[in-house]
């Protein structure tokens, strides 16, 4: 089986609960320490075994092989697709069962950040989680005073769309929004627009 790590806990001294994302659900396993076992960390991809115990209340975490990126020594880029998967963990809160989706997006980043802008790709990526629930807003109506939106469109958390005045933010031009909205493509704004969109993503998902 394989899986991404979305988030370690340490506990009895090395010992960790791991929370793993699997093609179809979010795995919590106990990992015991020792000097044999592969050096884990969040964002890793794994191939593992599932062990069951008997008297024992959680599975446990075996076998465990990491799947190398070629991005791992890249700081930079390790720690914006870090700081991706933390917040997708907070996501995926309290879900079990899932679509591959969100499996085979963290298999197209981790195919495509070294050599993408890292922003840039997450940033894309993220919309496409929006779509994919749902959650995207094409429309231009503010989420706030319902009304029509004519001209920028500034954006809240979770991408909201909203009038300058509305949000108390400078807005970006819709020609841009429509092409990340519609096409997933963020090439049309700056790279000052994209610290901005990349601290909206960063109030949560």
């Not at 446990?60 to 990491?66: E, G, K, P, S, Y």
């Not at 919309?127 to 004519?150: P, S």
């Not at 500034?154 to 429509?178: M, S, T, V, W």
């Amino acid at each position: 089986m394989r899986g991404f790590i979305l988030k370690t806990i340490k506990v009895r001294e090395e010992d960790l609960i791991v929370k793993i994302l699997t093609k179809n659900e979010v795995l919590t396993l106990y990992r015991f320490y020792g000097a044999r076992h592969s050096y884990i960390n969040v964002g890793y991809l794994i191939d593992f075994i599932v062990e069951e115990t008997p008297k024992a209340t959680i599975k446990r975490l075996r076998n465990v092989t990491q799947i190398p990126f070629d991005f791992l020594f890249d700081l930079k880029r390790l720690l914006y697709y870090k700081n991706f998967i933390s917040l997708l963990e907070k996501h995926l809160f309290d879900v079990t069962k899932l679509d591959s989706f969100y499996y085979e997006l963290l298999q197209e980043i981790t195919q495509k950040i070294s050599k993408r802008d890292a922003k840039r790709l997450l940033i894309e990526s993220y919309v496409k989680l929006l779509e994919k629930e749902g959650r995207l807003h094409k429309e231009k109506i503010c989420f706030l005073c319902e009304n029509q939106i004519t001209n920028k469109i500034a954006l809240a958390r979770a991408f909201l769309p909203a009038h300058e005045n509305c949000i108390y933010e400078n807005g970006f031009c819709q020609e841009k929004i429509d092409l990340l909205f519609n096409e997933k493509k963020s090439l049309l704004f700056s790279d000052n627009e994209i610290e901005k969109l990349w601290k909206i993503i960063n109030l949560g998902f």
